[in-house]
């Protein structure tokens, strides 16, 4: 599920880059069948409104071996990618050839990485003005924005770091939602889900103390305990250390039958600036 922006409502475009590179007008999809095009419509979106230099374009579709004729077939990209976006509604003047290279002008919300960190933000400040349900309601829509790894199928050495961000802005958000929705008692909704996320992330120590905590809320606790000894062999097998002071307090916790969390827990106190949102509603 997506939002679309409200801004300049005669072209509503929307780029979704949180999964396999999509253009949508609407419910329509464009087709950019070449990987070139789809890399270097990729490339200018992780600079959106900012002039990207044909070498970087050049260096994310061919490394280290273009070809002759780099700077043409670039051109050529582009041009193909402008004519496929024209005929399905866009602006003609979307992206535009500027000294050295290009640039994609788009407005706010035009792009689901906009609408995820709009998301993160008013959740964030629904937490702290006392609206934990809010805020998880906010986190979650943030988090459906994912379709899947972050630009997936598309193998650049320009764009895998851009993915590897969005993939860990992800997690952190993942991290961050849990706490809001431990702290709500949600911990017996949330066992499956963490379990998975602790499977794919066994070295993610903050992951699997939100396990730990879940199940031994959950009346679990030989299963909670399980997950830390599991967690410290495979971060001993790994990296050669124990795991970090918050974990090993939290099973120590879980041994005595203390209480893991505080009896008042608020995420997030204290005053906080509403955000301007643009294109979430």
């Keep these: 599920m997506y939002v679309e922006?409200?801004?300049?409502?005669?072209?509503?475009?929307?780029?979704?880059?949180?999964?396999?590179l999509r253009v949508c007008f609407g419910k329509r999809e464009v087709s950019l069948p070449e990987s070139?095009?789809?890399?270097?419509?990729?490339?200018?979106?992780?600079?959106?409104?900012?002039?990207?230099?044909?070498?970087?374009?050049?260096?994310?579709?061919?490394?280290d071996t273009p070809p002759v004729t780099a700077d043409k077939q670039i051109q050529t990209c582009v041009w193909r990618v402008?004519?496929?976006?024209?005929?399905a509604g866009s602006r003609a003047d979307l992206i535009e050839t500027?000294?050295?290279?290009?640039?994609?002008?788009l407005p706010d919300g035009s792009v689901d990485t906009q609408l995820f960190e709009q998301l993160r933000e008013r959740g964030r400040f629904r937490a702290r003005a006392g609206d934990p349900r809010g805020a998880v309601d906010d986190y979650r829509a943030a988090l459906a924005l994912f379709r899947g790894e972050p630009l997936a199928g598309l193998a650049s050495r320009?764009?895998?770091?851009?993915?590897a961000y969005w993939a860990e802005r992800r997690?952190?958000?993942?991290?961050?939602c849990f706490d809001v929705e431990l702290a709500l008692g949600h911990h017996r909704e949330l066992v499956g889900e963490l379990s998975l996320l602790v499977e794919e992330h066994p070295l993610r120590e903050?992951?699997?103390?939100?396990?730990?905590?879940?199940?031994?809320?959950?009346d679990r606790r030989a299963d909670a305990l399980a997950v830390y000894h599991a967690?410290?062999?495979?971060?001993?097998?790994?990296?050669g250390l124990d795991p970090c002071a918050r974990l090993q307090e939290l099973h120590q916790r879980i041994i005595a039958g203390d209480p893991v969390l505080p009896a008042d827990a608020v995420p997030f106190p204290g005053a906080y600036q509403s955000p301007v949102l643009r294109g979430v509603s």
């Design 5 to 20: 922006s409200s801004s300049d409502s005669a072209h509503k475009v929307f780029f979704r880059v949180l999964g396999p």
């Design 36 to 63: 070139r095009q789809l890399t270097v419509l990729a490339v200018l979106l992780t600079e959106v409104n900012k002039a990207v230099p044909v070498g970087r374009l050049i260096d994310a579709v061919w490394g």
């Design 82 to 87: 402008r004519k496929a976006l024209v005929q």
């Design 98 to 105: 500027v000294r050295g290279g290009y640039l994609l002008r």
């Design 158 to 163: 320009t764009l895998e770091p851009v993915a």
């Design 171 to 176: 997690l952190t958000l993942l991290e961050e």
């Design 206 to 218: 903050q992951l699997r103390w939100h396990l730990m905590t879940a199940l031994y809320l959950s």
């Design 231 to 239: 967690g410290r062999a495979a971060l001993i097998s790994h990296v």
